[in-house]
């Protein structure tokens, strides 16, 4: 039991790591990553409603006529999405700002839904808990990492939390723009994919 | 049969329990909301607006009826002892929706004070300078009550921003649809601030 | 469709002696009198963009071509014309470390990860400009880079004037001017007649296909004659259009880049007229002030489309059972 719990834990911080390897949810992926903190701020939220919706999912396996299943899960799914978003709105405004259209767009992310029909409504609630967290950490990670590489080589920042850059690498160099652009994040996304792929083939 | 009424009674269930969880959840959040939404759009608008008052304008904001909707006042007593209020409204058809535009009008001499852009989708760099680049929005500094604030290619008196005409109308809808609202409402408004 | 076999001629056949290594050193050749009447003009820097572009260009292919454990291509001086190009469409006074970025985009994200030479959906010069200009536009702002050369002529971009003045500032420059070169601008771009000379050049050995030159010309002709037509004082005439900006370098070297370009000849006609016609759009009502790389961009992604209008094989179709 608790090798299998690992098991569903670690599968999505790299073999399922949502993005990467799975090539899912690429509407948030390619438009909140323009900097760390909103790649931290669209997972955390991401990750809140993997996990919860798994959950309820996973408890109401038995009960959920199988015809309505998937409006089911969409109802449990937006219910969990809007409280993320008026929790979100009600405590950190600015980045409801930034994130803005694509926090309600949650409820047709691909990977929740993903999860629940695939995982969630054939496994037990801690199961399907383990699997929502990994894989909402899995997700959040690339986010982050992605917005990293955008961000650092773009504006020349690392902004973790709050609005402040941690980091700044100085006034002598000239942010590449390019890359927080719509176009660079296509072109970052499939270097990082083409990157993963070269050190997963090994 | 059976199964057609657990479906039912199941999506009925869901949908209710989903329901009033919401309902909890938005009650909950609902002050907290109100006022991020002054701190961070208003009150920096409101404050550029007002540099120099002795008051408060966002504590002793109230709320008037416009007929369909309600609408927040912020009042202001300036230095030199005139009354002025702001308000929000909402110019249409913006490039990426409406524009909000906080105007504030001195109540004593029927003056615009000015107007500042608080919400906006335009697009970066050309229409979003409506509100980072405050040239615009300064052509609305102490107009007086019944000029015209149409665009100029509208046969008005406002120069556009270049590059971003739609933008620019907009806001100008948005000042204009602030002078029909403060000639309606001005009584009302001499009401409250005495 | 795969299961068919197409008889061509028969066995043997016959192979003209050319290589790339011949074709992309043309194409160089052809490029020298622009390039070099740039440096006369601009002076030794400009000689150090295109020095320094091209050899990036060819360094940044081997170096890929290392990583990726793959034979070295530089042989065929491929990377060799992307970057000569790219120095050429640039002004004199470029940074070196923005060369080094372009080139490095150019190569390796317009032309390597495809898969290499020939495979590339999109003018790799191009694309490396494209993204250049999005995210340094201040440096390719010609009437600032060169605030401290003393000209013999009108020390403004033509195209940036016209976009800021209106259509009356074509007047400033002489058609002549802008044929023979004399203008501000990229360091081997505003040499009108030697840009010419190279492409009939070209044209002529067969390296570039004159359908699309021809059409591309006419359609900024047409386009631009029927806008000025339409408003005289609003839209500057076909000619001044035709001479400024990278139109000439576009049209003899950049939309007839093989790999991005279709293969027939009524789909190259179109390709190269859409071209033209995006171009003057672009200058004439988009935001920029010289379109040339977007609109060539623009046509690249409709290029496989165009080829779908084909010839129906000649010939019997044999079923490969």
Known sequence: MAQSLAKEFTKGLWAEIPPFRLVLGLCPTLAVTKSVENGIGMGLATTFVLVFSNLLISLLRNVIPPKVRIACYIVIIATFVTIVELVMQAYTYPLFLTLGIFIPLIVVNCIVLGRAEAFASKNTPVLAVADGLGIGIGFTLSLASLGAVREIIGAGTITIWGGNPVFAVGDWYHPFSFMVEAPGAFVALGLMLAGMNLIGKK | ?194 | MNNTKLTVSHAPFWHDGDNLFKKNLNFMLALLPAAIFGILQFGAPALGVMALSLSCAMLWELVINLVSKKPATIGDLEAAVIGLLFGMMLPAITPWWLIVVGTFVAVFVGKMIFGGIGSSPFNPTLLGMAVLMMSWKMFFDFDTAYVDYEFAFTALAPLAAVKTQGAAAADLFTLGDLFMGREVGAVGATFGLGLIIGGIYLILRGYARWELSVSFIAGILITAFLFHAASPQNYAGPLFHLLSGYTLLGAFFLITESASSPVNRIPMLLYGFLGGVVIILMRNIGAYADGTILAILLVNVVSPLLDNIRPNALGRGMNNA
């Open chain 2, 1 to 194: 049969m059976r199964e057609m009424i657990s479906m039912i009674v199941v999506l009925t269930l869901l949908a209710s329990v989903s329901g009033g969880l919401l309902a909890a959840v938005k009650s909950g959040t609902e002050l907290r909301i109100e006022e991020q939404v002054l701190k961070f759009q208003k009150a920096p608008a409101i404050e550029s607006l007002f540099s120099d008052v002795t008051n408060d304008p966002l504590k002793e904001r109230f709320t008037l009826d416009t007929g369909d909707r309600t609408l927040q006042i912020f009042p202001g007593k300036m230095k030199d002892g005139s009354r002025a209020v702001a308000f929000e409204t909402s110019g249409k058809g913006g490039y990426g929706g409406d524009i909000g535009l906080m105007v504030g009008i001195n109540v004593d001499s029927d003056q615009l004070v000015g107007a500042r852009v608080t919400t906006h989708a335009e697009t970066p760099g050309l229409g979003s300078r409506a509100k980072d680049d405050l040239t615009f929005v300064s052509q609305f500094n102490s107009r007086p009550l019944d000029a015209n604030l149409a665009l100029k290619a509208d046969n008005g008196s406002i120069d556009a921003i270049s590059g971003a005409t739609v933008t620019s109308r907009a806001v100008t809808r948005a000042a204009i649809q602030a002078q029909e609202l403060y000639s309606q409402l001005k009584p009302e408004i001499l009401k409250q601030i005495q």
